[in-house]
């Protein structure tokens, strides 16, 4: 059986700031999806926005205990999943941002100023790992060649988090 070309040891990856990604045109992406508050009723609505963009596949969702958490200061547990999103048009990184975020708005998503508050996060979409459309600049004829994959790292998610880390796993499981 032969794994998907998501089965990549992801260290391998070439890793790259989305700064300098902004206008390149993704055709698929790693998602890792979060909640603190109402998961059971906003991680629905966020898995049916990004069915909407594409073909989707989903790892399974784990209550983890906030990563940020401390005796002194407790907080909410997250409910996690990862998602991989093949897009119906590919999108360049920025609209992509955007996309997400006003996602995110459209899950009551309200962001507190106030320090040491605790956040009430109804849904937090981070993009993992992108997939370039086409390879036609120096920049990712570059990589191409670094990596043995297509598959791009973002550098400010890097290194994943655990329940990142197993969440892509379950993906990259996939049989083809
Ligand atoms: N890999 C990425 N995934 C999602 N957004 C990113 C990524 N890299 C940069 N951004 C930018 O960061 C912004 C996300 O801001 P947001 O307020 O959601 O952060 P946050 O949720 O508070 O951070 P965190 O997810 O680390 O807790 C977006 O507007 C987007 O433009
Ligand atoms: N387990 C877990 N902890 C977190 C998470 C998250 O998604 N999962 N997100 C945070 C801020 O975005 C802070 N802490």
Redesign the pocket.
Known sequence: MHKTSMDLNMATLTKCA?EILQAQSLVEVVLALGSNYQAEKYLPIARESLAALGEIRLSTAFQNPDFTATLEQPKPDYTNQCVHLALNTPMSLQQL?QT??AL?GNCNRR?QTKPNQVRRVTM?????MIKLATIENSLSKKLIFKSISDWIV?A??YPFKAHEIVGIEELTAFTD
Do not use: A, T
């Open positions: 989305p941002q997400f975020k995110e962001r937090d979409i981070d993009i993992l973002m400010n998610r």
